[in-house]
């Protein structure tokens, strides 16, 4: 299984950016997708996830509003959108899958629910 996660760069307080996450050596549909992001000298905390068919999403409070998250199960990706960007925001951000039933459209916000982790992306905002 792997999980390639791009799209992290350097950007300016109020950019966008968006990232995307290419699953492969999975069964993508039978996954929710989470991203997650770890700050330099803190805890890696959940950011956004949805659920496996696209229905149901879980935000951090932090990011509310300001991202957001979809999914392609023909092409198994995730992408996160992120807006109004904060210097807050700089972390690496990874995604993640975690399997769920045929009709369970629930999204964990725990890391340790979550079986396969990408690699992560570096996204930087200056102020």
């Known amino acids: 299984v792997q999980l390639q996660a791009s799209g992290g760069g350097l950007v300016r307080a109020g950019d966008s950016l968006t990232l995307s996450c290419a699953a492969s050596?999975?069964?993508?549909?039978?996954?929710?997708m989470g991203w997650f992001r770890r700050a330099a000298g803190k805890e890696r905390e959940f950011a956004v996830g949805?659920?496996?068919?696209?229905?149901?999403?879980e935000h951090a409070n932090s990011v509310k509003d300001r991202f957001t998250i979809s999914r392609d199960n023909a092409k198994s990706t995730v992408t996160l959108t992120m807006n109004s960007l904060k210097p807050e925001d700089t972390a690496v951000y990874y995604c993640?899958?975690?399997?769920?039933?045929?009709?369970?459209?629930?999204?964990?916000?725990?890391?340790?629910?979550?079986?396969?982790w990408g690699q992560g992306t570096q996204v930087t905002v200056s102020s």
């Open positions: 949805i659920s496996r068919h696209d229905g149901n999403t």
């Open positions: 993640a899958a975690q399997h769920r039933g045929r009709y369970d459209t629930r999204v964990s916000t725990r890391d340790s629910d979550y079986k396969y």
């Open positions: 050596g999975l069964t993508f549909e039978m996954y929710a």
